[in-house]
């Protein structure tokens, strides 16, 4: 259970207020004037700022520390939301552009690790959110239920090498879910940040991960976001798991899903981290010394880039390996947030 569910904004407000050395983009962009005047609005789908700040209030250590309640929260709370989207995506205007996936058949990159010495496994994801739906805070098991349905409908359309069958996590035995998180197919609820946004309401209903035959495409259903669309394989031919990836995006959007979407902020996701092309394509790279240096994070701030650990985001480095992907999702096309990885990963 969420420690924070109960607690009113006020309260919430208050664990902020005390948090002093808290470095989220909560703690630094809502001041009291901009909570004072937002604690009272409700958003289309019944959405409060309190809903919104609850994770980064009981956890000061957040790097971003709020989402959005719903996709309307975007618009009833942008007076917050609006100015740590900004931060985050290092943008100064939210005019997000079309879609742009590039030419996946000349893309003029294809494994970026030929000799194998380096990287263990490449991954690029997206996520999507169903239009009409809540986001955690807000959502109601008969929600889950629907959307998981839903989605499992479009995912039976899917042929060839993206053909594959869903595994709901009701039923499955823990034995089997801890393989698969070990093997990073799998999410699990251990995440305390997203708990305290909702994210775990009545787990494990609603939840569950397709894969292709090949495994080398999953589909996330319900866990963070309504969905997450990964392409995935061991080694570092990036062109080959992009290039899959947009095969299956096309296919999906022309299986009858519609998408949340909002003009200047692109695809709509939980987390104002993820909006716009919500893409995050990473490595697992052996970068022991790189990662030992004192300027190691400058050096990934320099180059648009995040380190996370290798079982999850907040998760340790093992082995010297780290998770090396793009940081910036929103005021950039797809294909250029991947070359922003690409050249970073290079470097
Ligand atoms: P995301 O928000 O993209 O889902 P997380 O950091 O939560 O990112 O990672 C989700 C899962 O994906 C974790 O189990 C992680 O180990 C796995 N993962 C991420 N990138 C890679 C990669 N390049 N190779 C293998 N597994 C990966
Ligand atoms: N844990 C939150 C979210 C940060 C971005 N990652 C997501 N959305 N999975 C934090 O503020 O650290």
């Known amino acids: 259970m969420a420690q924070g569910a109960n607690l009113t904004a006020d309260e919430l407000w208050a664990k902020l207020e005390a948090a002093k050395d808290s470095k989220s983009l909560l703690k630094k962009h809502l001041t009291k004037t901009l909570f004072d005047s937002n604690k009272d609005k409700v958003s289309k789908f019944k959405g409060t700022l309190a809903d919104c700040m609850r994770s980064g209030c009981m956890n000061p250590d957040s790097g971003v520390g709020i989402y959005a309640s719903d996709p309307d929260a975007y618009t009833t ?8 989207i900004k931060d985050y995506h290092k943008v100064d205007s939210l005019n997000h552009p079309k879609p742009d996936f590039g030419d996946v058949d000349n893309l003029g990159f294809g494994d970026l690790d030929p000799s194998g010495e380096l990287i ?28 998981e349905r839903k989605t499992v409908a479009a995912l039976e359309t899917l042929k060839g090498e993206l053909a594959g069958e869903y595994n709901p996590l009701t039923g499955m035995t823990a034995d089997k879910q801890k393989q698969l998180t070990d093997d990073h197919f799998l999410f699990n609820d251990s995440d305390r940040f997203l708990r305290e946004a909702g994210g775990y309401n009545d787990w494990p209903t609603g939840r569950g991960i397709f894969f292709s035959s090949n495994k080398k495409f999953l589909v996330w259903v319900n866990e963070e976001d309504h969905l997450r669309f990964i392409s995935m394989q061991m080694g570092g031919n990036l062109g080959e798991v992009y290039t899959r990836l947009v095969k299956a995006i096309k296919a999906l959007e022309s299986s009858g899903l519609e998408f949340a979407k909002k003009d200047n902020l692109g695809y709509l996701t939980f987390c104002p981290s993820n909006l716009g092309t919500t893409l995050r394509a990473s490595v697992h790279i052996k970068i022991p010394k790189l990662a030992a240096q004192p300027d190691f994070k400058e050096f990934c701030d320099k180059l648009n880039i995040q380190a996370r650990g290798i079982h999850g985001e907040h998760t340790e480095s093992v082995g010297g390996v780290y998770d090396i992907s793009n ?8 294909i250029q947030a991947l070359q922003e990885m690409r050249t970073g990963v290079e470097e």
Do not use: I, N
């Open 77 to 84: 709370f942008a007076e917050v939301l609006d100015p740590v």
């Open 120 to 147: 263990v496994s490449t991954r690029v994801r997206v996520g999507r959110s169903h239009a009409s739906y809540g986001f955690p805070p807000v959502l109601t098991k008969e929600d889950r239920v629907e959307m």
């Open 327 to 334: 940081k910036r999702r929103l005021g950039l096309t797809e």
